[in-house]
C-alpha cells in the first residue's frame, strides 16, 4: 500500500508529505483547492506523462516521491528488474526541471518512465471522475469485460492476444487471394515474362567467374601468332642462333675462370655473371615449355569469340555487365519462384482457410470466456444497483454477434433497465447522468474488488450523486478499504464522514503572496468542522454542526 507521498513544486503545491494509512481515507476542501492535483502527482510518480507545466512558478523543479510497501507480484517485479526492496518497500521518485526534462528513480536507482508504469500497474489502480463517460464507448464496454474474463482465467489475455494475430493473419492471406483474383491476368503476363528471361538465362548457364576465365583465354588465342613469334625470336637469340648469347656468356665465363688463377680480383666479375648465365638458362627452358603449349587453334578461338558474344549480347538484354549475369539468373529464378507460389490459388485458399480455423477456433473460446464474465459482471452490478437506489433495475452485458474482426466474435454492449418489469436497453440510450454515475460507480467497485491491486483511488467518481445514494456509496467505499488500501476525492459528506481517515486540502499564500495548496490531517474536532462546510456551505451554523456530528456518529 502507499505509506508516503512528498511532493514538492508542483503546480501549486511547494512542499507536502503525507502519512497514510490502511483503510478507507478521503480528500476534501473547496473547489479549486488542488485536491486531484494529488492524483495527479502520484500519477507522475507512477510513470505518467509530464512537462516543465507541472513545476511550481519560479522553481527549479518538480519532485514527487512515492514509498509503497510490496509484497507478491510488485516484490517479484522488483527482484526481476534488480531493484532491491527496502525496508520492505518500493520507493518512486520522479523529478522533472522547468526545461521539461525527466528523470526516474525506483529504490534509488535510476529507472525509465516506462519501468514506473510497469511497477505501479501492480501497486495502484485510479478511477477517473470521467469513468463514466467511457463506458458508453463500445470498445472500452470490452476492455473492462475481458479485464473481468482475465481475473476469471488468466489465459484470457493470451487468447485474446492470440485472436487479434490470427484475424490478421487471415485477413492478410484474404487481400493476397482477391488481388491475385483481381489480377491474375498481370500476374499471367509477368509469370510469363519472368519464365522468358529465366530460360534464356539457363540456356546461357553464365557461371560466376567466367566472363574474366573467357576474355583472357580470348586475348591469348587472338594474339597465338604474334606470341608464337616473338617467344620462337626470343629463343633463338638466346640458344639457337649461330651465336648465341647463351654460348658467349658461358664462352666468357670460362675464360674469365683462367684469369681468376692469374688475378684473384676478377673473381668478383666471375660471380656476377655466372648467375646470368645460369637464369638465362632457365628462361630457354620455360621458352620451350611455352612453345610446346601455344599453338594456333582457329576452331577455339571462334568458339570463345561465340561465347564473348553471348554473354555480351544477353548483358546488354539484361541491362547488367556480363560479370553480373550469374546474380541476375538466381533473382529472376527466386523472384518466378515466389510469384509461382504467390500465384497458386488454390494453395492461397488452403491456407486461407486453415488460418480461418484457427482463428475462429480461439474467438469461439474467448467469446465462452466473455460470456461466463459476462453473467457474473451482470449479476453484481445488478446487485449494486439495488444499493444505489435503483431498486428493481437490472445490468446485463450484451453479446451481440458481429462480423469476425481482431476483437472477436460479437460487440460488447452494456444494457440497463431502470426499474422493474422494463427490458433492459443500450446504457447511453437509457441512463440519465445520474444513473449513469451510480452505475460507472458500481462497476468502479466490483472490478477493483476482484483486482489484486493493494491500492485503488477514486478521483470524484461520485459526481452527480447525491442523497441517500451517497451515503450508500461511502458504505460501499468503506467495505472497499477493508480489504484494500482505498484513497478517494470526494465532495459528498456522506462519503467523507464514512472515512478511516480524513485530509483537507485547502489554498493559501506564501510571504511572497503566491497561492499554494496546503493539506492537513483531520482530527475528530476539525471533521466536524468540515463535513459542516461541505453540508452547509459557507455559513456554518449549528444546525450543520450536529448533522455533520450525527453523520459522522452513524459511521
Known amino acids: 500500500m502507499l505509506r508516503t507521498l512528498t511532493i514538492r513544486d508542483f503546480v501549486i503545491v511547494d512542499a507536502i508529505e503525507l502519512e497514510f494509512a490502511s483503510g478507507f481515507s478521503v480528500f476534501t476542501g473547496e473547489t479549486g483547492a488542488g485536491k486531484s492535483i494529488l ?39 522488483l527482484e526481476q528488474n534488480e531493484f ?11 523529478v522533472i526541471d522547468n526545461a521539461g526534462r525527466s528523470k526516474a528513480f525506483i529504490n534509488g536507482i ?65 487481400r493476397q487471394r482477391e488481388e491475385f483474383e483481381r489480377d491474375a491476368k498481370n500476374v499471367l503476363i509477368e509469370r510469363e515474362r519472368l519464365e522468358w528471361q529465366v530460360g534464356e538465362l539457363d540456356k546461357l548457364a553464365a557461371k560466376p567467374g567466367e566472363w574474366t576465365e573467357i ?7 587472338s594474339h597465338a601468332a604474334s606470341l608464337l613469334e616473338g617467344a620462337e625470336e626470343a629463343l633463338a637469340a638466346i640458344s639457337e642462333s649461330d651465336d648465341p648469347i647463351l654460348s658467349r656468356l658461358s664462352s666468357l665465363n670460362v675464360k674469365l675462370g683462367k684469369l681468376v688463377d692469374v688475378d684473384a680480383e676478377l673473381q668478383g666479375v666471375l660471380d656476377l655473371m655466372e648467375p646470368a648465365r645460369i637464369q638465362l638458362q632457365e628462361a630457354v627452358y620455360s621458352l620451350k615449355a611455352y612453345l610446346d603449349r601455344v599453338e594456333l587453334d582457329p576452331e577455339r578461338l571462334r568458339q570463345v569469340d561465340a561465347r564473348l558474344e553471348a554473354l555480351h549480347s544477353a548483358a546488354r538484354k539484361f541491362r547488367v555487365t556480363p560479370d553480373e549475369l550469374p546474380q541476375e539468373h538466381a ?82 454492449e452494456f444494457l440497463v433497465a431502470g426499474h422493474a418489469g422494463v427490458a433492459p436497453r443500450p446504457l447511453a440510450k437509457v441512463a440519465s ?15 477493483s474488488n476482484a483486482t489484486t491491486t493493494p491500492t485503488l483511488i477514486f478521483d470524484e467518481v461520485d459526481s452527480g450523486i447525491g442523497g441517500a445514494v451517497a451515503e450508500v456509496v461511502g458504505r460501499l467505499l468503506k467495505r472497499l478499504g477493508q480489504q484494500r488500501q482505498v484513497l478517494c476525492v470526494t465532495h459528498l459528506p456522506q462519503v467523507a464522514s464514512q472515512a478511516n ?55
Open 331 to 412: 533473382a529472376l529464378a527466386e523472384k518466378l519462384r515466389e510469384m509461382s507460389d504467390a500465384s497458386d490459388i488454390d494453395g492461397l485458399r488452403r491456407q486461407e482457410e486453415a488460418v480461418r480455423a484457427t482463428y475462429m477456433e480461439a474467438a469461439g473460446r474467448l467469446s465462452a470466456m466473455r460470456a461466463s464474465a459476462a453473467k457474473l459482471l451482470g449479476a453484481q452490478v445488478t446487485a449494486a444497483m439495488q444499493e444505489l437506489s435503483m431498486s428493481g433495475g437490472s445490468f446485463a452485458v450484451g453479446l451481440n454477434p458481429a462480423e469476425p474482426s481482431a476483437a472477436g466474435l460479437e460487440q460488447v
Open 215 to 221: 576474355s583472357n583465354e580470348h586475348s591469348r588465342l
Open 39 to 77: 492524483i495527479d502527482a502520484l500519477q507522475l510518480a507512477l510513470g505518467g506523462r509530464g512537462d516543465a507545466s507541472v513545476v511550481r512558478e519560479g522553481a527549479a523543479k518538480a519532485d514527487i516521491t512515492a514509498d509503497f510497501s510490496v509484497d507478491g507480484a510488485a516484490a517479484a517485479w
Open 501 to 555: 481517515q480524513h485530509f483537507q486540502v485547502a489554498k493559501g499564500t506564501t510571504d511572497a503572496g503566491k497561492t499554494v495548496s496546503r493539506i492537513d490531517v483531520l482530527d475528530s474536532k476539525a471533521r466536524i468542522e468540515e463535513v459542516a462546510r461541505m453540508l452547509g456551505g459557507v455559513e456554518i451554523t449549528a444546525t450543520t454542526r450536529k448533522h455533520a456530528r450525527e453523520l459522522l456518529a452513524g459511521v
Open 110 to 174: 535510476a529507472a525509465t518512465a516506462t519501468q514506473l508504469r510497469d511497477l505501479g500497474d501492480l501497486l495502484v489502480d485510479i478511477h477517473g471522475q470521467h469513468a463514466h463517460q467511457s463506458l458508453l464507448k463500445s470498445d472500452a464496454q470490452r476492455a473492462l469485460l475481458d479485464n473481468q474474463s482475465a481475473l476469471q482465467d488468466a489465459g484470457a489475455v493470451t487468447l485474446a492476444q492470440e485472436v487479434a494475430a490470427s484475424h490478421k493473419q487471415w485477413r492478410a492471406l484474404v
Open 84 to 94: 532491491a526492496i527496502e525496508d520492505g518497500g518500493a520507493l518512486l521518485r520522479r
Open 433 to 447: 447522468g445520474g444513473e449513469l454515475a451510480r452505475i460507472a460507480l458500481a462497476i468502479s467497485v466490483i472490478t
